[in-house]
């Protein structure tokens, strides 16, 4: 699976929109980019993932370059309850292959 | 989503003692779950991959005999770490994809294990 590089943290006002960068130069043509968020002391919970399209959903969207070679994920509205660490990740998108979590981006939604 | 359970969500044990750990899926079945473990303010760490009817698969330095795994159903898979000291003191987190052609995993509340 290809490496992802993400800052480590970020601070958005609330009800402003989060845009939470990721690099993944190394990408290749089958993989996919996944975005996962993890509170505090919970379980990783999925947001989104994409192929090379840009997807959106109930809780966010996902922009992906055309090279694929980077990726945004846009929660729209922040609110505290978004305060978490968002990981991307880059994998073959067949089932049941494992997830590998890299360092993700700590969002700090401020009032 | 799907809806994968944990159980306990946490457990204090005393060194030298074994402790299980559950993962169930709720609403559907699956033939592979992974376990992870995550050190306070570090990532996940992927620790081995269960699997139904056969023997688990454990990521390089992962010790198999310590950290024990069955997939007794295609809805339960177990962790257990044995002889527990401090230091295995950690958040283990299961998941399981859903297996109706998505290709997210899910993943469970986690379970914190102290080791006193």
């Known amino acids: 699976d290809a490496k992802t590089t993400q800052p480590p943290s970020m601070d958005c006002a609330e009800g402003r929109a989060a845009n939470l960068p990721c690099n993944h130069s190394?990408?290749?043509?089958?993989?996919?980019v996944y975005w996962y968020r993890q509170i505090h002391s919970q379980g990783p919970q999925y947001i989104i993932h994409?192929?090379?399209n840009n997807e959106t959903n109930e809780m966010a969207s996902l922009i992906i370059t055309e090279d694929r070679k980077s990726s945004t994920l846009i929660l729209p509205h922040a609110t505290l309850r978004d305060t978490a660490v968002y990981y991307c990740?880059?994998?073959?998108?067949?089932?049941?292959?494992?997830?590998?979590f890299g360092s993700g981006t700590k969002l700090n939604v401020k009032p | 989503g799907a809806v994968v359970s944990q159980h306990p969500s946490w457990v204090i044990c005393k060194s030298g003692t074994s402790v299980k750990i559950e993962c169930r899926s709720l609403?559907?079945?699956?033939?592979?779950m992974f376990w992870y473990r995550q050190f306070p303010k570090q990532s996940l760490m992927l620790m081995a991959t269960?699997?139904?009817?056969?023997?688990?698969?454990?990521e390089q330095g992962v010790e198999k005999d310590k950290f024990l795994i069955n997939h007794a159903s295609l809805t339960l898979s177990t962790l257990t770490v044995t002889s527990a000291h401090p230091e295995d003191s950690s958040f283990y987190i299961c998941?399981?994809?859903?297996?109706?052609?998505?290709?997210?995993?899910?993943f469970g509340q986690g379970t914190r294990l102290t080791v006193v």
């Open positions: 998941s399981a994809p859903p297996g109706t052609g998505g290709t997210e995993a899910f």
């Open positions: 190394t990408i290749s043509g089958n993989e996919y």
């Open positions: 994409g192929l090379k």
């Open positions: 990740i880059v994998r073959v998108g067949n089932n049941f292959n494992k997830f590998y």
């Open positions: 609403d559907f079945q699956a033939t592979t």
């Open positions: 269960s699997n139904e009817g056969s023997k688990a698969t454990y």
